[in-house]
């Protein structure tokens, strides 16, 4: 059965997330005194026909290496599920 | 002699492409060939350029997608045989996407899209791209764009400045290089860098939008001319 590669993506701390920003000042003006901080990031699903676990695996850190993160200024994580 | 011919990309989603093609269709002896992102053929072409706007909708990243469009194997070969390949703005970041330049551009510092005129230097004047530019002149190029806000880890940068590869850097009205004159937050007022060999050149700023009296500037000129010089040389 196939896998399912759930891939997020997040801008390294040292990277600015303005889009974390504006959404931090947002929580903090609706009155949630305790928010600290908020960062964005990608949420990305890939349906990987493989059988082998090692395989989904190897092809899912390569796809997101090569393609889906910037290493420059983001790091990714990668989950497999097998599909049922 | 029959007029020597300059590539400049399409993309889907470019949109500086007709505006690029008709700065470079205004020097004489140069004659612009579109080159549709599906095609293989360079046409014969001696220098490229990838122009502005949003390549594949800029999703995932700006850049990121048209980097494996199929032209883009031919012109990583291309620059890699020496020829000139010039990147305006999501063409900068294409180029850095496909890592003929080092580093990356993330979304600008203040939250917003950035459409205005900045004042830019050469501060390299020794390229193939900026021969005609003097080192202290004030240029005005307008920029247009989200994500322009050059980083690179620090190893980079150090590297950069040591191989002389910082060639645009945003400056106040006088050219001084302050952080007030640094329109979206990039390390050292970055505009544009080159690579070691000095063959390709990425910028964010609009050369082809400062190219005719019309427009209000006429300081883009000295890039396509110096690069159109270089080409006519060889």
């Not at chain 2, 050219?175 to 964010?204: C, D, H, Y």
Request: aromatic residues 8%; charged residues 25%.
């Amino acid at each position: 059965m196939p896998y399912i590669a759930k891939i997020k993506v997040t801008l390294r701390q040292s990277i600015l997330d303005v889009q974390g920003k504006a959404v931090d000042h947002a929580l903090k003006n609706l009155g949630y005194r305790s928010v600290e901080s908020a960062r964005i990031g990608k949420y990305i699903e890939v349906t990987i026909n493989e059988t082998e676990r090692a395989e989904a695996e190897r092809i899912g850190n390569e796809i997101s290496l090569k393609l889906l993160s910037n290493p420059v200024m983001e790091n990714y994580s990668l989950e497999l599920e097998q599909v049922k | 002699m029959s007029d020597i011919t300059v590539g400049v990309v399409v993309f889907p989603g470019s949109n500086c492409d007709h505006d690029t093609e008709h700065a470079v269709a205004s020097f004489p002896g140069i004659k612009p060939v579109m080159l549709w992102h599906n095609d293989h053929d360079l046409q014969g072409v001696k220098a490229i350029i990838l122009p502005g706007g949003f390549s594949y909708g800029d999703y995932l990243r700006a850049g990121s997608i048209a980097r494996f469009s199929p032209v883009m194997k031919e012109v990583i070969e291309f620059a890699g045989k020496g020829f000139p390949v010039l990147g305006i703005c999501n063409g900068f970041q294409v180029l850095l996407e496909s890592g003929l330049l080092e580093g990356a551009l993330s979304r600008n510092r203040d939250k917003k899209f950035l459409c205005c005129k900045t004042c830019i230097r050469a501060v390299n004047g020794s390229t193939i791209f900026t021969s005609l530019y003097p080192e202290d002149e004030v240029l005005s190029i307008p920029i247009a764009h989200g994500e322009g806000n050059y980083f690179a880890p620090p190893e980079v940068i150090e590297s950069l400045e040591e191989h002389d590869q910082i060639v645009f850097k945003y400056t106040d009205a006088e050219g001084k290089i302050t952080e007030e004159a640094n329109p979206n937050g990039s390390l050292k007022n970055i505009a544009g860098i080159v690579n070691r060999q000095g063959n390709v050149l990425g910028l964010m700023p609009h050369p082809e939008r400062a190219s005719e009296k019309l427009l209000g500037s006429l300081d883009g000129r000295g890039l396509f001319e110096s690069l159109f010089l270089h080409i006519t040389e060889v």
